[in-house]
C-alpha cells in the first residue's frame, strides 16, 4: 500500500545519507494533506541506531515542510513507550495531540484443504 501512495503522489519517501561517507542511515516517508505533514516509516538502519540520526531526520523533514508548507502541521503517530516516542517527545520537543486506538477480531479458519 505505502508503494502504492508513492506511486499516486500521496506520500513522499526519502533516503537519508550522511555527509561523511554518503552511506544510507535512515528512511523517511512523508503524506501532505488538508494543511497536515505527517511523517511516516522512518527507519533508521540497524549499525546507525543510536547515534542521532532519527532526532536529525524528523528535524531536517520538519525545516524542508516549514519551507515547503508554511503554517501546516507536522506530526507524527508513535507506539506509546517505544524508541520513536522518546525521540519525538523528550528529544525533538513534539507533544501528543490525541489517542488512538487499534481495534482487532479473532480469526477463525474456515479453509478447509
Not at 64 to 79: D, N, R, T
Not at 86 to 102: H, I
Request: glycine share 8%; hydrophobic share 40%.
Amino acid at each position: 500500500m505505502e508503494k502504492r501512495k508513492c506511486e499516486i503522489g500521496d506520500m513522499q519517501a526519502y533516503l537519508v545519507r550522511r555527509k561523511l561517507d554518503n552511506a544510507v542511515v535512515a528512511v523517511v516517508c512523508a503524506i501532505v494533506h488538508d494543511g497536515v505533514v505527517r511523517m511516516k516509516n522512518l527507519v533508521v538502519a540497524p549499525k546507525h541506531r543510536r547515534q542521532g540520526h532519527a532526532l536529525a531526520t524528523v528535524q531536517l523533514l520538519w525545516h524542508m515542510a516549514e519551507k515547503q508548507y508554511p503554517g501546516s502541521c507536522f506530526c507524527v503517530f508513535a507506539i506509546k513507550g517505544g524508541y520513536g516516542e522518546r525521540v519525538y517527545r523528550d528529544k525533538a520537543g513534539m507533544l501528543p495531540v490525541t489517542r488512538q486506538y487499534e481495534w482487532s477480531r479473532k480469526l477463525y479458519s474456515t479453509y478447509i484443504a
